[in-house]
């Protein structure tokens, strides 16, 4: 009997002994695993991610469907013209210039200092101002992917990537749907970028900075949030809550730009 007691024992000691090292095993090649997938450049990771959206958002719906068929969808839901929502904010901008009635009559929902922003396209024939407002998105979009980034970066060690990223949204379904409206949020997000640059790389630009940010704040409201950008050191918490209260202050008073009543319909 004490043979067999001493036999089991040992056999499960065994047992036990090549478990633990089965599990060692399997944690270093986990580990080694997920090193190996840590130390991919970035610019794997940026190409993984495209792979990953142009399967499931173009091959799986257009080609991978239930109904066995092609199913290829309207790629942008155009109206008749392009450039409505851009027509539509000029129309705004000329209720309050030219009629005198406040730009929320029509159903505005921008800030309205932003109606004071295309105002200067009211004496252009509106193909005109769609041309010099898309060739200005256009341009925003470059200072966002080619020239800050490039300003950021060493050029030749991010340039592979910078270049993937600008090819990428320049193709993009929501480039394109913005020059198609005519929106501005490509410009709203150009003028946050570049504060945010001026700010941390030109110290005697930082009132220009202020002022940028505040245009695509008073533009779309969102960009409020890249404030916090504007902070360099966070120990300095006393200057940080002075800025961060005279952008708010500035901001919040520039939307009764058009008047208390105009700021009520906004």
Same mark, same amino acid.
């Given at each position: 009997?004490?043979?067999?007691?001493?036999?089991?024992?040992?056999?499960?000691?065994?047992?036990?002994?090549?478990?633990?090292?089965?599990?060692?095993?399997?944690?270093?090649?986990?580990?080694?695993?997920?090193?190996?997938?840590?130390?991919?450049?970035?610019?794997?990771?940026?190409?993984?991610?495209?792979?990953?959206?142009?399967?499931?958002?173009?091959?799986?719906?257009?080609?991978?469907?239930?109904?066995?068929?092609?199913?290829?969808?309207?790629?942008?839901?155009?109206?008749?013209?392009?450039?409505?929502?851009?027509?539509?904010?000029?129309?705004?901008?000329?209720?309050?210039?030219?009629?005198?009635?406040?730009?929320?009559?029509?159903?505005?929902?921008?800030?309205?200092?932003?109606?004071?922003?295309?105002?200067?396209?009211?004496?252009?024939?509106?193909?005109?101002?769609?041309?010099?407002?898309?060739?200005?998105?256009?341009?925003?979009?470059?200072?966002?992917?080619?020239?800050?980034?490039?300003?950021?970066? +060493?050029?030749?060690?991010?340039?592979?990537? !910078? @270049? %993937?990223?600008?090819?990428?949204? #320049?193709?993009? /379904?929501?480039?394109? &749907?913005?020059?198609?409206?005519?929106?501005?949020?490509?410009?709203?997000?150009?003028?946050?970028?570049?504060?945010?640059?001026?700010?941390?790389?030109? +110290?005697?630009?930082?009132?220009?900075?202020? !002022? @940028? %940010?505040?245009?695509?704040?008073? #533009?779309?409201? /969102?960009?409020?949030? &890249?404030?916090?950008?504007?902070?360099?050191?966070?120990?300095?918490?006393?200057?940080?809550?002075?800025?961060?209260?005279?952008?708010?202050?500035?901001?919040?008073?520039?939307?009764?730009?058009?008047?208390?009543?105009?700021?009520?319909?906004?």
């Amino acid at each position: 009997w004490g043979d067999c007691f001493f036999l089991k024992v040992k056999n499960l000691s065994i047992s036990s002994g090549a478990l633990i090292l089965t599990q060692v095993v399997i944690r270093m090649k986990l580990t080694s695993i997920i090193d190996n997938i840590s130390n991919w450049k970035i610019v794997t990771w940026v190409l993984l991610g495209l792979a990953v959206g142009y399967f499931l958002f173009f091959i799986q719906p257009v080609f991978i469907n239930s109904s066995q068929a092609m199913q290829f969808f309207e790629y942008i839901p155009t109206f008749g013209q392009a450039g409505m929502d851009l027509e539509t904010t000029i129309w705004y901008a000329k209720l309050w210039v030219v009629n005198g009635y406040s730009p929320y009559v029509g159903g505005g929902t921008f800030p309205p200092l932003a109606h004071v922003f295309f105002v200067p396209l009211l004496s252009l024939d509106f193909p005109i101002a769609y041309r010099i407002f898309t060739a200005f998105t256009l341009l925003c979009f470059l200072l966002t992917t080619l020239w800050i980034p490039y300003q950021l970066f +060493e050029a030749e060690r991010k340039k592979t990537l !910078i @270049l %993937l990223i600008f090819i990428s949204g #320049l193709f993009s /379904y929501g480039l394109q &749907f913005e020059i198609e409206r005519g929106q501005f949020s490509v410009i709203a997000y150009a003028l946050s970028l570049l504060s945010i640059y001026l700010f941390h790389r030109h +110290e005697r630009a930082m009132p220009l900075s202020y !002022i @940028l %940010l505040s245009i695509a704040v008073q #533009l779309k409201i /969102y960009p409020a949030i &890249f404030a916090v950008m504007l902070i360099k050191d966070w120990r300095v918490w006393k200057d940080n809550l002075k800025r961060m209260i005279g952008l708010a202050a500035f901001n919040i008073l520039a939307l009764f730009s058009l008047g208390t009543q105009n700021f009520r319909d906004f």
